[in-house]
């Protein structure tokens, strides 16, 4: 019998693997061969862990972003800022996980219905020695994790300069509901890096989006070689056990942990990996911090926001109104930084404080078993729950909780404007009403 050629050896390795992997996950032989034939890889991956495939078209050639939905959520469920900006309603949470249809939602033009199948991701730049394109397939293949992390939008708080310092910022007006947490399935950025050949000389990694909404035709921002090879920094493509939904970036958007939410590039269709800095809108006039306290850098106008800052909040609507008598209020805090490891409680606008519990996180069996296990890794971006007790007299309060986090990071007292109403965290002054 004629040897098999380098290709199809290879081949028949990656199949004999998954046919381990799936054999190990309760799937049978003949079910294995079934999805193989139907959907290849995609479908036998998707089968064992879970996920559900999308069966969703391409959108039309000609069909421009006016013409599509600028989101598919139910809105009613959510603040709506317009323009496909969803905030999250905090008082609707319970758990440490926020349900899919429950996330947050930042668009910066209508949210994509791609089809799998015709997606591709580039890798490229001068910084690479092996340019390559990559199929959906071919992301799905690679060794996946998968973890907790809150995203973060930079402006969540934003209203907050208005509301609590008397200036407006400009930017979508957000409270405390743009951010969400959420457990992340995906393949290691620096995975796809190496395999392109990374360079020692490589210092930028521009992620692209495929979105057509913003000026730079397509939703990017830089990253730092650093960040880009961080084994956390994931190309994800499943969020809660599900297939990543339409809105979060489906097929594959970037995750970066602990760093603001428009790091995390949706919709992603391609990287360029440079040996210069590399200077785009959104790290010079746009996701930076313009104004009397941050120096300009490089050629932005300000400080480029990269990482998040501690925060925390209540699980209230916005103003709230409780009954009188004992209430048993929570809400959640977190940290780029670290766990939570204090978060204190004021009724009187923070004269004096008194401690929260904190909870330990606790996750549905379904989503437990997706995590991956070791010293408590799995949770190290998760944002925590805490809860008080408060005996509730008639009248109007100013409630606040103040948050600090395992590396000894607290939210300050002040911060300085400015312009673009980034990373507010100044303890939250919460209006309630007991009546």
Same mark, same amino acid.
């Given at each position: 019998?004629?040897?098999?050629?380098?290709?199809?050896?290879?081949?028949?390795?990656?199949? !004999?693997?998954?046919?381990?992997?799936?054999?190990?996950?309760?799937?049978?032989? !003949?079910? =294995? &061969?079934?999805?193989?034939?139907?959907? +290849?890889?995609?479908?036998?991956?998707?089968?064992?862990?879970?996920?559900?495939?999308?069966?969703?078209?391409?959108?039309?050639?000609?069909?421009?972003?006016?013409?599509?939905?600028?989101?598919?959520?139910?809105?009613?469920?959510?603040? @709506?800022?317009?323009?496909?900006?969803?905030?999250?309603?905090?008082?609707?949470?319970?758990?440490?996980?926020?349900?899919?249809?429950? =996330?947050?939602?930042?668009? $910066?033009?209508?949210?994509?219905?791609?089809?799998?199948?015709?997606?591709?991701?580039?890798?490229?730049? @001068?910084?690479?020695?092996?340019?390559?394109?990559?199929?959906?397939?071919?992301?799905?293949?690679?060794?996946?994790?998968? =973890?907790?992390?809150? /995203?973060?939008?930079?402006?969540?708080?934003?209203?907050?300069?208005? /509301?609590?310092?008397?200036?407006?910022?400009?930017?979508?007006?957000?409270?405390?509901?743009?951010?969400?947490?959420?457990?992340?399935?995906?393949?290691?950025?620096?995975?796809?890096?190496?395999?392109?050949?990374?360079?020692?000389?490589?210092?930028?990694?521009?992620? *692209?989006?495929?979105?057509?909404?913003?000026?730079?035709?397509?939703?990017?921002?830089?990253?730092?070689?650093?960040?880009?090879?961080?084994? @956390?920094?994931?190309?994800?493509?499943?969020?809660?056990?599900?297939? &990543?939904?339409?809105?979060?970036?489906?097929?594959?958007?970037? /995750?970066?942990?602990?760093?603001? +939410?428009?790091?995390?590039?949706?919709?992603?269709?391609?990287?360029?990996?440079?040996?210069?800095?590399?200077?785009?809108? $959104?790290?010079?006039?746009?996701?930076?911090?313009?104004?009397?306290?941050?120096?300009?850098?490089?050629?932005?106008?300000?400080?480029?926001?990269?990482?998040?800052?501690?925060?925390?909040?209540?699980? &209230?609507?916005?103003?709230?109104?409780?009954?009188?008598?004992?209430?048993?209020?929570?809400?959640?805090?977190?940290?780029?930084?670290?766990?939570?490891?204090?978060?204190?409680?004021?009724?009187?606008?923070?004269?004096?404080?008194?401690?929260?519990?904190?909870?330990?996180?606790?996750?549905?069996?379904? *989503?437990?078993?997706?995590?991956?296990?070791?010293?408590?890794?799995?949770?190290?971006?998760?944002?925590?729950?805490?809860?008080?007790?408060?005996?509730?007299?008639?009248?109007?309060?100013?409630?606040?909780?103040?948050?600090?986090?395992?590396?000894?990071?607290?939210?300050?007292?002040?911060?300085? =404007?400015?312009?673009? +109403?980034? &990373?507010?965290?100044?303890?939250?002054?919460?209006?309630?009403?007991?009546?």
């Amino acid at each position: 019998m004629a040897a098999r050629s380098f290709a199809s050896e290879k081949e028949h390795g990656e199949r !004999r693997r998954l046919w381990q992997f799936a054999r190990a996950r309760g799937v049978t032989r !003949r079910r =294995f &061969l079934q999805l193989l034939t139907a959907g +290849g890889t995609a479908a036998v991956l998707a089968s064992c862990t879970g996920l559900q495939l999308p069966t969703v078209a391409a959108p039309a050639a000609d069909e421009t972003a006016a013409d599509a939905p600028l989101h598919y959520k139910d809105a009613a469920l959510f603040l @709506d800022h317009g323009d496909g900006n969803l905030e999250a309603r905090l008082e609707n949470m319970q758990g440490v996980i926020t349900p899919v249809q429950s =996330f947050f939602v930042r668009n $910066n033009s209508a949210s994509l219905d791609m089809d799998p199948a015709n997606w591709r991701l580039s890798v490229g730049g @001068d910084a690479v020695a092996n340019p390559l394109e990559l199929s959906y397939e071919d992301i799905l293949n690679l060794p996946s994790r998968t =973890f907790i992390s809150y /995203l973060e939008c930079a402006g969540n708080h934003r209203a907050m300069f208005d /509301l609590v310092k008397g200036q407006a910022a400009s930017g979508t007006p957000w409270k405390t509901g743009a951010v969400s947490n959420g457990a992340w399935t995906g393949a290691a950025l620096r995975d796809v890096l190496v395999r392109a050949g990374i360079t020692e000389g490589a210092v930028s990694v521009l992620l *692209i989006g495929l979105d057509a909404g913003s000026p730079e035709k397509g939703f990017r921002r830089v990253m730092p070689v650093g960040k880009a090879m961080d084994p @956390d920094t994931l190309l994800a493509y499943a969020l809660n056990g599900e297939t &990543l939904p339409r809105d979060h970036g489906f097929p594959v958007r970037a /995750l970066a942990p602990g760093w603001v +939410g428009a790091a995390s590039i949706k919709w992603l269709g391609r990287i360029v990996v440079s040996s210069e800095p590399l200077w785009t809108r $959104n790290n010079t006039t746009s996701y930076t911090l313009i104004g009397d306290a941050y120096p300009p850098e490089g050629e932005a106008l300000g400080r480029p926001v990269t990482t998040q800052t501690i925060k925390s909040a209540l699980a &209230l609507p916005w103003p709230a109104a409780l009954a009188v008598g004992a209430q048993h209020i929570h809400g959640y805090a977190q940290s780029p930084h670290g766990p939570i490891a204090k978060v204190e409680w004021s009724v009187d606008s923070g004269a004096t404080w008194h401690r929260a519990t904190l909870v330990e996180p606790v996750v549905e069996p379904a *989503i437990g078993r997706l995590l991956d296990a070791g010293n408590g890794g799995e949770f190290r971006y998760s944002w925590t729950r805490f809860d008080f007790g408060w005996d509730a007299q008639p009248g109007e309060y100013t409630v606040m909780t103040r948050a600090t986090d395992a590396a000894g990071s607290t939210q300050p007292d002040e911060i300085p =404007f400015n312009e673009k +109403g980034y &990373l507010f965290n100044q303890p939250v002054p919460h209006p309630i009403r007991v009546a």
